[in-house]
């Protein structure tokens, strides 16, 4: 009986996840979870909940549990969760593997692109991208990045009263930069952040919805349309350049609507949490403000400490492994919670508590592996131009309220904060 039991559960979560597979996937795929598998998305203010070290100081790779017969296992050791996102042969990132249906997703039906697709076709994928996201390239978004966050402090200080960091600063920055990095024309600007912040339901804690992501790959398809006539010196007119009759539309599409996904809601949740930790931190916010060498060791810092993509997309294992003395079998699902393993006390003394001076603190803030973040210098670029520059244009900018009156999102894979009202001072 027992054992109907689980095979009729079992088939019943896999008719589950090979509907959910239909659907666009992201990080949110997640939210399948039940509620008491969520732990690792949980946290009090910043911090991850206590039980998240607990797991990790008694078992760093542990078994969550879940119906439907399927075996997921939660790692939250930083050297276990390496080892996991680094072994490329034993680890897939295709969803087929835990729904049991034949061949990987086309980029076509994954317009997540990158993130869910196993090589060879992530490596034809990630190989197109890569040369947009080199330093030289990147360097000369760096003039309108700060461009981009003068203007957006001028309208803060344009307000009366207080101003919420979160729509005023924090989302416009990585949408008009992901505009910079794309190529997407000045005129089409304003469809682009409302079509981001619908694509989102940003800090509402719910999913993108189905509409809203098939408006952003339509967006998307005629961006690309028109960049096929007239390629400009965006990524997207570079590829187009470069590599026009090895990618067709759809694909294009799919990989400007993955740097949106990837690139967007990230960054937005680093800018207000970060902002949160200055405003609550004085002695950093002082350092920040006259010290340009505090700035990369409090970007780092704070890239580790907030770990805003709690865990990374789950792993299926392909054959028999054992990681971190747990005998992980051929079919089982593998999360590694990034936030876990960024407070792993093996990496340095208290862990848990944030300290910019920390010296180079290693971080899985942007995974780790062949999938580890493509944007990670970019995100540094904006981190590094926008948090200077806020300290330094309000001094005496203070939250209005207090923390205990933020409302945090629940249990989202990245996680955010959905308001932050400050008052900027004189
Ligand atoms: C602070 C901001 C950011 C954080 C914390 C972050 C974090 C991450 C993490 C943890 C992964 C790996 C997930 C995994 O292995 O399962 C990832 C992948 C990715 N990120 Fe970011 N990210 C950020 C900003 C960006 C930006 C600015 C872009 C692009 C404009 C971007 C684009 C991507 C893409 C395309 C992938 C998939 C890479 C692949 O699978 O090969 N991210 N990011």
Redesign the pocket.
Known sequence: MANLRSRVLTRLGRGYLTRLQKKPLD?STLSFFPHSALMPLRRDGVDPVPELGVRRRREPVSKLKLPFGINVWLVTGYEESKEV?GKVEEFS?DFANLVGTSGGLSADSNPG???M?DPPV?TRL?RL?TPE?TMRRLSRLAPRIDTIVNDRLDAMAAADGPVDLVEAFALPI?SL??CE?LGVPYEDREDFQRLSMTRFDLFAGANPSLGAMSESLAYFMDVVKKQRENPGDGLLGMIIKDHGDEVGDRELAGLAD??L???FE??AS?LALGALVLLEDREAFEKLRDDDSAVNPFVEEL?RHL???QV??PRFARTDLVVGGKHIAKGDVVVCS?SGANRDESMGGDMESFDPTRKSPSH?????????????E??RM??RAAYPALVRRFPSMRLHGTQADLAFRKTSVVYGVEALPVVLGG
Request: hydrophobic share 55%.
């Open positions: 990080l996102l990132n692109g990158l993130g697709a992530h990630r991208l996201f990585p930069a992901i990095l993955g740097v996904t990837g690139g990230t960054t680093m890239l770990t805003v993509v990374a997309f990034l899985l803030a942007f995974g780790y592996g062949i999938h580890r973040c493509i944007g990670a970019l995100a904006e981190l």
